[in-house]
Structure formats: structure tokens, C-alpha cells
Nanobody, 114 residues
């Protein structure tokens, strides 16, 4: 059983930074794909960034150059460093893990004020 817990959300002014963390417990075994999705009010959940066990990162075009996904050596915690935040980044951010099936965290609110 995999459990994911996000932290680090909050309120920030446009141009500011936040760092989200996702702590995983259970059967991770340093394999699989880890990532972040977000869902803004009235919109569908969308991919923000993913990183594989090999360290390959993938980003949505809207966050390239501003957000960085990383993970710790043990492989059971990953992060999303968000810089130069914009009001369009306001959403609930969910961490995600998938190997044979997908798992979601409970979400953390990020609000960017303009």
C-alpha cells in the first residue's frame, strides 16, 4: 500500500517561490514515476512535472524554466521547486506515484496573488 503526503503549499505573491514536498510510504522500492499534477477551479487536473527512477524529468510547457522537480537519494520523497509564480499557477497540487498502478496524495493548495 502506497501513501503520499504533500506539504509546502500556501499563499504567495506573484513572482515569489514555493517548494512542495511529497513523502511516500509503502512499497516504493525506488522505482516508478513520481510527479506533480494540479487542478484549478473549473478546470481538469493537468500534469505539471514528472521524474522517473532514472532521473529523467518532464515538464508542462507552462512551467518550463520556472519549476524544477527533484527527488531524494532514497527515492521516497520528491519535490517541486516553483519559482516566478504566476496567478495562473493557483491550483490544488497533487503528488503522484505510479509503478503498476497510480497513487495520489490528498492535495495541497497553492494560491498566487497578483
Amino acid at each position: 500500500q502506497v501513501q503520499l503526503v504533500e506539504s509546502g503549499g500556501g499563499l504567495v505573491q506573484a513572482g515569489g517561490s514555493l517548494r512542495l514536498s511529497c513523502a511516500a510510504s509503502g512499497s516504493i522500492f525506488r522505482r516508478g514515476t513520481m510527479g506533480w499534477f494540479r487542478q484549478a477551479p473549473g478546470k481538469e487536473r493537468e500534469l505539471v512535472a514528472t521524474i522517473t527512477n532514472g532521473g529523467f524529468a518532464n515538464y508542462a510547457d507552462s512551467v518550463k524554466g520556472r519549476f524544477t522537480i527533484s527527488r531524494d537519494i532514497a527515492g521516497n520523497t520528491w519535490y517541486l521547486q516553483m519559482n516566478d509564480l504566476k496567478s495562473d499557477d493557483t491550483a490544488v497540487y497533487y503528488c503522484y506515484y505510479a509503478l503498476t498502478e497510480g497513487h495520489w496524495g490528498q492535495g495541497t493548495q497553492v494560491t498566487v496573488s497578483s
